[in-house]
């Protein structure tokens, strides 16, 4: 890549008409709505028009548990879906969307990198199409409906110290976390403690994830949970009337974004819930729309296997109905080399000297992550491949390692250089992939509908995270209870953990058994259609750091963006 | 209308493609950007293009002092629009972007009304092109940027009881109004407090209707003062790194959007600003696109005369050269029969039956306000033209009664049924429009730029407002004194009093003499451009009502829009 930045090389790329790319998707220009130069919005008919065609093979990308600096899981979907075409497929991709929240911060934005990049990365990164704002809006319009019942005389009985709904904003504020509102005069409401998640931790952004549609979306928005009265019962949306405004919000943030990668291959950009309380995964109905668009669908889900690859399978697959094909897991020689335990990664700051040295022992010191994360696909039912993220300072003696790693599991492996090379990089891991998928699936969920609650997070936390065993605070058993006895017992679970390891402690490196899973409270997603368990502190608003990219991002005396990364 | 409502109508109307709408203003089709199916962007490149064409005459529909429901001035607007294109003219509208709070609170949309309406309501009223979203965002990471400043050390010194920069939020939401953040652990960021406001109460939404281009708005972001270090010194968004990323956010929300009328008409809605502490006029840019693409370019400023059309010449045009060629007031018989003083008109609730009694009488008594309102605009050396918006509850006495007081006065005058005909029931008010604007202007701002701040006010206070003085509290004393200090003593001023009287005191009506304004405080918005005296209690974050719009609008089976207004 030499000298010239992401930015660089996505400012120099030729775009494509994407009405092309839609025509040769199968999707019919009416069904298209364009917002801007370069994104299209893609209406939900489209769904029932490509019905009849044929169905694509459905294939996940995740990856080992990550270093903080990432694994290039964005890169290698990106890669795969432009290699694919290099092999004669033609393949669509499934990402989520970006939040503000870190293109401001420290990460930048999250476009994928090099020449495995979708475009233009500008737009991508600042607005889209304004689906995040609609997230943020319908979000806050119930929190509003909700503070405007307590002030006008709160007929519902609604118990201040009961509300779980917080308010939503796209930015990095750590100021935000804990506030006071309705300060003031006694026309300026009432004042209770409460503070701000960024939009990707909302529950109208998860629930846009996992809606089917625009009816069910509007039904999911009616059971949102927002507290309970003073006998204990559930508050929803539906009983603050604020479901069908919330609806009407997001009539327009339904509709999947067709974007395309810097080889114009289509990018579906849809929905951008969090990894840890919620699903991590982009959009059921851009996946729906995405597998009756040419050979493969190709998408991606957040952090390790254990992860959204858990969520993916056990969520997202149970909402659709879709079955997956193939799983794609991401390896890196530094993340392997990180799971021996002898060397420390930190966010922002590039890799410690001695890791660069070469040890092929480093990487299978480490490659115990890998092979529980290669079984956790293969639990789901679903044929794994590795895809061996290839870094410049990466020796080929470790390169190796790791696909001596993926022979002795039994696994197709493939040495990706997209980053670099493009999607020709990527071509190896495109055949496995194709002969992968080719084998028939016995994809199904990990645990029934009818479990009850404690069974599900039991099944997870011994068989994706090896765990011997959950400990329930006195609080959670409550929650859990409560759950059970509101009619929230047949949805699936989302255990909210670190995802710097597989296990609920980010110090435990590899694959860690005989530790116990501590669950520390429950919450119902009830509108999004799940039950998330907190099992440690997790961040759901994020801060600046002392020099935040926001510094540095500007624009220059031709109003050309400059700095975003 | 019959049993129609505003969003039947408006939904059965045929839109032509907004393509052919931009080719009869002469804008080529690469400079613009589709926004969905019935929006366009309107890159700022095309006044670049346009500058050679024939410049339109530039007409500000303004109004007298209004009751609680509003005098029908942007359906004058549109009709004024629509009826010039009758008699052979060809025109432009350009108005103000709504915020989302009214729409969901009590007020409903911002669209016009009957068959004079901007279309599509539902997408004009609901996000749009995400201006509104965009001037959030801005404003919100100048917020996060200030409060990681302080968290961070605080190296500026920044006197954490002389900030001023609050956060924004585009929605009714009265428990913002006063809160403290910064709760929470040590890494919760530095407790204070603080308050959210409505975004159209933003000053980046007034920067954005003033700027004057690209390069221009970032200057603009980079003044903004946020508050003051320890010793004074007031401390900017330049200073604190975070006006190159704010200017990155706005750059699509600076490019207007072009929607159409019910009869094609083209219009440019661009940018909101509140119109008690900001301008309340829409933007500067689109205006000067406006200007040539057309025989007449008619535009609309917030309130009545001494309000919306005061900044309007005082502010606006100062800053954009831009010569005014005509002024229309609108005027209405139930406006002038509360200001009578016989009646109370309250909002959201239907006018008292007493007033809907045959009375020119009354009508005479209320006509002091009207005759005030249009001297407000022969002061700035503009020709007034008075419209005549007929109610169907009017009698043809009182009608007739409006047009006695204009002709004494001088000034032609117009009966306006364009609600219920369309523009053919304006066509009246587009001749006299027309002959008017053809005398030659004597436009001039009221005061120079070097006039020291307390002579602005008393300019204004005096000639428009008609008070025999103006008290300053101590506070506002030192804030004038500091703001002459700081350099800012030759921007225009902005007075935020009440817009239900041309007084500062709400009740009282007609044209009062004799009384003095009392400046209470007093703000820069030196990005934006002005200084503005708070005259009075203003709200700048509505709240909800008991029955706000938000709990009957909702989507249907169809995922149709319901209950909008």
Redesign the interface.
């Known amino acids: 890549m030499g000298a010239l930045s992401d930015l660089d090389i996505a400012r120099a790329a030729e775009l494509e008409p994407l009405t092309r790319i839609a025509e040769r998707m199968g999707i019919r220009s009416d069904l298209l709505?364009?917002?801007?130069?370069s994104v299209l919005?893609v209406r939900l008919s489209a769904r029932d028009e490509l019905a009849e065609r044929p169905r694509a093979r459905y294939v996940v990308v995740t990856a080992v548990t990550p270093t903080p600096l990432g694994e290039g899981k964005t890169t290698v979907t990106v890669g795969l879906g432009d290699a694919l075409n290099h092999i004669g497929k033609r393949a669509t991709i499934s990402v989520r969307e970006p939040s503000?929240g870190p293109v401001?911060g420290i990460k930048g934005g999250a476009s994928g990198g090099g020449y495995s990049q979708v475009v233009p990365m500008e737009t991508l990164n600042?607005?889209l199409?304004?689906d995040l704002?609609?997230v943020?809006?319908a979000h806050?319009?119930l929190?509003?409906?909700l503070?405007?019942h307590l002030?006008?005389g709160n007929a519902l009985d609604v118990d201040q110290h009961a509300i779980s709904w917080r308010r939503t904003?796209?930015?990095?504020?750590?100021?935000?976390?804990?506030?006071?509102?309705?300060?003031?005069s006694r026309?300026?409401?009432?004042p209770r403690?409460t503070g701000f998640d960024i939009t990707a931790a909302s529950e109208v952004m998860a629930l846009l994830a996992l809606t089917t549609g625009?009816?069910d979306m509007?039904e999911r928005l009616g059971r949102i949970i927002v507290g309970s009265d003073r006998s204990g019962k559930p508050v929803t949306a539906e009983q603050l009337?604020?479901a069908?405004?919330m609806?009407?919000?997001l009539?327009?943030a339904i509709k999947p974004n067709l974007l395309q990668t810097l080889e114009h291959t289509p990018v579906l950009v849809h929905a951008g819930p969090f990894g840890n309380i919620a699903t991590g995964n982009s959009s059921i109905v851009a996946d729906q729309i995405g597998l009756r668009t040419g050979d493969f669908l190709v998408t991606e889900a957040g952090f390790g296997a254990d992860m959204g690859a858990e969520r993916f399978f056990n969520i997202k697959c149970r909402t659709s109905g879709e079955s997956p094909d193939a799983a794609v897991v991401v390896a890196t020689v530094r993340a392997l080399k990180t799971h021996s335990g002898k060397y420390t990664v930190t966010a922002g700051k590039p890799l410690p000297d001695e890791m660069l040295a070469e040890s092929p022992e480093d990487v299978h010191a480490g490659a115990a992550n890998l092979r529980k994360q290669i079984e956790n696909c293969r639990l789901h039912g679903v044929t794994p491949v590795v895809a061996i993220n290839a870094f410049p300072t990466d020796h080929a003696s470790e390169l190796e390692a790791i696909r001596q790693v993926a022979d002795e599991a039994g696994v197709r492996s493939a040495v990706c250089t997209n980053v670099v090379d493009g999607g020709q990089g990527a071509a190896e891991l495109a055949r496995a992939v194709d002969e992968a998928s080719a084998e028939s699936t016995n994809y199904a969920p990990l645990y029934p509908d009818a479990a009850p609650l404690r069974e599900k997070v039991e099944t997870i936390a011994g068989k994706v995270y090896g765990a011997s065993g959950v400990d329930y605070s006195q609080q959670a058993e409550r929650q859990l209870d409560s759950c059970e006895r509101n009619g929230l017992g047949n949805l699936p679970v989302c255990i909210a953990k670190t995802h710097r390891s597989i296990s609920a402690d980010a110090s435990l490196l590899g694959a860690p058994t005989g530790w116990r899973l501590p669950v520390r409270e429950v919450r119902a997603s009830a509108g999004a259609g799940f039950v998330y368990l907190l099992c440690g502190p997790i961040q759901t608003m994020p801060?600046?750091s002392?020099n935040?990219?926001?510094?540095?991002?500007?624009?220059d005396?031709n109003?050309e963006?400059?700095?975003?990364s």
């Open positions: 709505e364009p917002y801007g130069e919005k503000m401001f600042l607005h199409t304004g704002h609609a943020t809006s806050n319009l929190s509003a409906m503070d405007n002030y006008q904003m796209d930015v990095n504020d750590r100021a935000l976390r804990n506030i006071i509102v309705g300060l003031g026309t300026d409401g009432v403690q625009t009816r509007r009337d604020a069908g405004s609806s009407v919000l009539r327009d801060g600046l002392r935040p990219a926001a510094a540095v991002i500007d624009m005396e109003g963006i400059t700095g975003l």
